[in-house]
């Protein structure tokens, strides 16, 4: 899953610049990177010490129990339902 995203991400680059322009295209380009490394050294030590965790409704269950696991899971459920209705709605 995260190859394609990486793949759609830089196939997407030459359409974000020619909409933004080059400088705009850079300084979006600079940000999303450094968010995404910010995310890497926040997210890789968390799994690390939690390798239990798969999703967010696990992460949901360490930090409110049970119920919030519930809820959580339920959320990603009706979400890939809408996503996957014949109306194409999205979450």
Known sequence: MLKSQVGLGVLSIPSAFDVL?????IICLLFIAGVATWAGFIVGPFKLRHPHVYGLDDAG?????????????????LCTLLRNSPSKRTC
């Open 21 to 25: 322009g080059m400088i705009p295209g």
């Open 61 to 77: 269950m360490m930090i409110a129990g049970p119920i919030a696991r519930e809820i959580m899971a339920g959320g990603f459920t």
